[in-house]
């Protein structure tokens, strides 16, 4: 018999957390629920889950000062903000510390529990031995497990969606890698606006890439997108 998944979820307001609690439940998750940010800290160093869901307005202790002392603890956790903070500043905190996703609500609760599975696919990708746990890329190595690409003396940290991307390009080889593909695992969707957040992830690939001119991350218009490395 499979061990169930097991979901932090930290949320104060009582008739949603229910909701919520019922309805991971409902979908063969364990969830333990805490109603502020101290209890859900002091329910994290005692026990292991395999993901955290974090409201961000909370007594005790705040979403995001919660997030750092998990990330402290483990760096890996994937997490994710439900919140209705909807600023752009506190969005772009939230991915700063660490998360996987930042949903905001109202929110559709069968399309979160499409994006739990999703995150917890990739990272269990990630510990599979099957699959290459470091890339050569030019002059550069890569390492997903760790999100670290470094040339040299550089060493760059990347977040968790620039990685996820990386790993697949560099997993697709000289294949194309369809932006419908990489939308859909990473993002969970493949709507205008996730399409416009990939492109800007390419972008900083492209710069944490460019000391190396054989490197090339080709679009291939319509399709996706190819890594490739040039002949010199």
């Known amino acids: 018999m499979e061990t169930a998944i097991k979901i932090l979820l930290v949320e104060d307001e009582a008739n949603f957390a229910a909701v919520m609690k ?4 409902l979908s063969d998750f364990a969830v333990d ?9 002091d ?8 993901l955290c869901l974090l409201d961000v307005m909370m007594p005790e202790m705040d979403g995001f ?4 002392k998990i990330k402290k603890l483990n760096p890996s956790i994937p997490l994710i903000f439900l919140t209705a903070k909807t600023l ?9 510390i660490g998360a996987d996703d930042y949903i905001t609500k109202p929110f559709d609760s069968e399309l979160l529990i499409y994006k739990i599975k999703a995150i917890l696919n990739r990272n269990q990708g990630d510990e599979n031995e099957d699959i290459k746990d470091e890339f ?6 890569f390492v997903p497990r760790l999100r670290t690409l470094t040339s040299g003396a550089d060493e760059y940290k990347l977040s968790p969606k620039e990685s996820d991307l990386l790993k697949l390009l560099c997993e697709s080889g000289e294949e194309v890698l369809p932006r419908t593909k990489a939308l859909k695992i990473i993002w969970g969707d493949d709507n205008f606006y996730t399409t416009r957040s990939m492109d800007v992830y390419i972008t900083k690939l492209r710069k944490y890439l460019k000391k190396d001119s054989t490197i090339k991350i080709e679009n291939i218009h319509g399709s996706g997108f190819r890594l490739l490395i040039l002949n010199q």
């Open 136 to 141: 050569e890329i030019g002059s550069y190595k």
């Open 33 to 41: 629920h805490c109603e502020d940010g101290q209890k859900g800290y």
């Open 88 to 96: 752009k500043a506190d969005i772009i905190q939230g991915y700063k």
């Open 65 to 68: 000062t919660l997030a750092k």
């Open 43 to 50: 329910h994290f160093v005692k026990n292991e889950y395999d």
């Open 22 to 25: 019922s309805y991971l439940e």
